[in-house]
């Protein structure tokens, strides 16, 4: 099984797993001990990953807050707060 391109991976359970770990610098945010925003995960890749399971071994960052996006919840407050730009949102489509 060829490894997948990136630079820490682990192979368990008959599956490569990405690890990211704080290094000296980073090529990457995600190499960093700074915090991410909100964001979507390879949306270029086909096909687009639907799922994906994260978590934290070992946190060393004091009070690290941790966050999760409802995409389904986001989409329908968007839709009833402002329906106009939830349909210019639904009716065009981005490529990545």
């Not at 991976?9 to 915090?35: C, D, M």
């Not at 106009?84 to 490529?95: K, P, Q, V, W």
């Amino acid at each position: 099984m060829a490894r997948p391109e990136r630079q820490v991976w682990i192979w368990q359970s008959g599956k490569w797993h990405f690890e990211a770990r704080t290094k000296v610098n980073p090529t990457n945010l995600v190499y960093t001990g700074l915090g991410l925003q909100a964001h979507t995960d390879n949306p270029y890749r086909d096909p687009v990953p639907t799922v994906q399971v994260l978590y934290c071994l070992k946190n060393l960052v004091a009070d690290g807050g941790k966050m999760i996006v409802d995409g389904l919840a986001t989409t329908q407050r968007l839709s009833d707060e402002n329906g106009d730009y939830f349909n210019i949102l639904a009716d065009n489509y981005a490529r990545f």
